[in-house]
């Protein structure tokens, strides 16, 4: 079980929601009465002390909850997809949580989790003979199972 603790407080200035800015950014068409100085609110930011990695045993639970294999992958949640990739191998990159990497012994790929499309893109930096990156989409309307055969299959 991981161990979640507060790192941070953040304040946000209350200036930037005052009528004053909404001249600057048109997407606040609510007039906020101005103050005699600017509010502070707080906002909690949380980290997990282990890394932010799932613990084996929630990630076995994640893994246990998966539907079965024919069903298409927009019937999975987020957290058994996550887990799911771990299992074939990708990791999670720490600049983008939608993007997952894998190393395999024939090909290194990149994959993005899109809004409407997984995309897999072949990295040529990585071993093999691809002149160039190789990349390819699927639907989240496919299965999970023929969705991990053709990502598995490499270019």
Known sequence: ??????????SIDATLFSSKSSTINPCFSHKF??????????????SCSS??????????EW???????KKPLYSH??????AWLRNLGFFQSKEDRAV??????????????????????????????????????????LSREDIENAILGGP
């Open 100 to 141: 997952w990497l894998v190393e395999k012994p024939a090909w290194h790929a990149q994959l993005s989790l899109d809004v409407t499309d997984l995309y897999i893109r072949y990295l040529k930096s990585g071993p093999g003979n691809l002149e160039k990156d190789v990349e390819r989409r699927f639907s989240y309307a």
């Open 63 to 69: 893994l246990k909850k998966l539907p079965e294999k």
């Open 51 to 60: 890394g932010a990695e799932l613990s084996s045993a929630a990630e076995d």
């Open 1 to 10: 079980m991981s161990t979640i603790s507060i790192s941070k407080f953040i």
């Open 77 to 82: 949640s987020l957290p058994c997809v996550e």
């Open 33 to 46: 009465p101005p103050s005699s100085r600017p509010r502070k609110f707080p906002t909690l930011v949380f």
